[in-house]
């Protein structure tokens, strides 16, 4: 496995994050072609890929690095790793090169949130050294 940074849409990229999205949300819808293409263009966005040796699409996560008045901030989200590949080590090596990519950077912290109810996922997060903050997450729907 080696993990990637996507560079193009292809069709495999589409078709993986047909299959990876509903793993991840139940409220969401894929995302097209064309926005995939904006996050792979985007300046503050990074979209990484977990990729086994026969070029299977085994996980992603998008990187955020953007500029704040207080600082250079970094921000995970949407890691998913396909049920087939878990307990693979593969959100551990996204996560460890998303963490090395905001370092090299230039951010100080990197954030992420995630639901109570991926305690997988929450045990790797602290298990890499996330410390999970006091804080109150707010969310308006528009």
Do not use: C, K
Not at 61 to 81: K, S
């Amino acid at each position: 496995m080696q993990i990637i940074e996507a560079s193009e849409v292809t069709p495999a990229l589409v078709e993986a994050f047909a299959a990876l999205i509903p793993q991840l949300s139940s409220s969401n819808p894929p995302p097209t072609a064309a926005e995939l293409a904006d996050i792979i263009a985007g300046p503050a966005t990074t979209l990484l890929l977990a990729v086994d040796d026969d070029g299977t699409i085994l996980g992603a996560l998008t990187l955020a690095i953007f500029r704040i008045p207080t600082g250079l901030r970094a921000w995970i989200e949407d890691v998913v790793v396909d049920g087939a590949a878990r307990g693979r080590g593969v959100g551990e090596e996204l996560n460890r090169v998303a963490l090395e990519r905001a370092r090299d950077a230039g951010a100080t912290t990197v954030d992420l949130t995630s639901r109570p109810s991926r305690e997988a996922a929450n045990r790797l997060y602290q298990r890499i050294g996330f410390v999970q903050r006091t804080t109150n997450v707010y969310r308006i729907d528009l």
